[in-house]
């Protein structure tokens, strides 16, 4: 009998942190090694599917951060405690964490677009000589729609990370009012003797106005590197629905350099 590579397997939720009214997160016993920046398939028997990004992940656990758009997570989101769900994966290439070594990390994300990058910004936090300075512009709808405010705090007060919090149509504190390309001009990219690499993950439109604005500031294109949400299936590249010309999204990505990104954008 051969292995059925679909096929999910039931894992406890093990608790439920909400960080707005319609994003929470789950996080689900795992014993699994991940990557930073990889995604899983979670399923619900006869609700269906949904590729979400790792958030963060530990010891015998896996976080993801979901917003509630529809069957599969309003489904996720009736669950409590103790509950099963099903998933599959780790599935993606993830973020090239060896190019991050001993350089500075510029790192700009929109809203739900920071979880895919949280674990990653966590361990640059956490192990100070991996990389060099990190520039960290993450902005947010509004007050409301904050995710993840202690980490926010704690990368704040991390002596090698500069961070710039936005939002994008209200005064709060801790946050400059704009949007994230508002504050690309404030990165002093010259300083850093060409050791850098950048990131985005967003919305599409966010990820195109953001690499327009790296560009603008003389950033390689081979520099910048992106993550995309694109629709999926399988996610293993056997059923097309990520493809994109010769590009499958599932394996090749969801991390992609902006010399093969910038043509992904729809
Ligand atoms: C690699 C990858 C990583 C991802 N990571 C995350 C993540 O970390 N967190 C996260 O929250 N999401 C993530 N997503 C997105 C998530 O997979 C999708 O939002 C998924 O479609 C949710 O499934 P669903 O069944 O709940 O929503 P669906 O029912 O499929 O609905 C999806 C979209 O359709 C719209 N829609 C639903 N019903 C209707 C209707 N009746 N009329 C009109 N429009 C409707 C919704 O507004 C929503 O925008 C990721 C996607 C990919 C590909
Ligand atoms: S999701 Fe099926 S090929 Fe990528």
């Keep these: 009998m051969t292995n059925n590579p679909v096929k999910p397997t039931a894992c406890e939720l093990l608790d439920?942190?909400?960080?707005?009214?319609?994003?929470?997160?789950?996080?689900?016993?795992?014993?699994?090694?991940i990557k930073h920046g990889q995604f899983m398939q979670l399923?619900?028997?006869?609700?269906?599917?949904?590729?979400?990004?790792?958030?963060?992940?530990?010891?015998?656990?896996?976080?993801?951060?979901?917003?509630?758009?529809?069957?599969?997570?309003?489904?996720?989101f009736s669950l409590?405690?103790?509950?099963?769900?099903?998933?599959?994966?780790?599935?993606?290439?993830?973020?090239?964490?060896?190019?991050?070594?001993?350089?500075?990390?510029?790192?700009?994300?929109?809203?739900?677009?920071?979880?895919?990058?949280?674990?990653?910004v966590n361990m640059l936090c956490e192990h100070s000589n991996y990389a060099r300075d990190i520039y960290l512009i993450l902005g947010f709808k509004n007050s409301h729609s904050i995710l993840f405010a202690d980490e926010l705090k704690k990368w704040q007060t991390a002596s090698h990370f500069h961070v710039i919090y936005t939002l994008d149509d209200e005064n709060y504190p801790g946050f400059k009012k704009g949007l994230v390309t508002d504050f690309i001009k404030e990165i002093p990219f010259?300083?850093?003797?060409?050791?850098?690499?950048?990131?985005?993950?967003?919305?599409?439109?966010?990820m195109k106005f953001v690499g327009m604005g790296l560009l603008m500031n003389k950033v390689p294109e081979k520099k910048i590197w992106m993550s995309f949400e694109r629709k999926m299936s399988c996610g293993i590249g056997k059923c097309g629905h990520c493809r994109i010309d010769e590009t499958y999204v599932c394996l090749d990505g969801p991390v992609f350099n902006y010399t093969i990104g910038k043509k992904l954008i729809d």
Excluded at 200 to 206: C, F
């Design 16 to 33: 439920i942190m909400p960080q707005t009214q319609t994003e929470w997160t789950f996080r689900v016993k795992n014993n699994l090694p």
């Design 43 to 76: 399923s619900l028997p006869k609700i269906g599917e949904a590729p979400i990004s790792i958030s963060g992940f530990g010891d015998g656990y896996v976080d993801f951060t979901i917003r509630k758009v529809g069957k599969v997570t309003d489904g996720l």
């Design 80 to 120: 409590k405690k103790g509950d099963n769900i099903f998933i599959r994966g780790c599935y993606g290439n993830g973020w090239p964490t060896e190019q991050f070594k001993n350089k500075t990390v510029v790192i700009i994300a929109g809203g739900t677009g920071v979880s895919p990058v949280k674990s990653l």
């Design 190 to 206: 010259a300083s850093f003797d060409n050791e850098y690499e950048c990131i985005i993950v967003g919305p599409p439109i966010m």
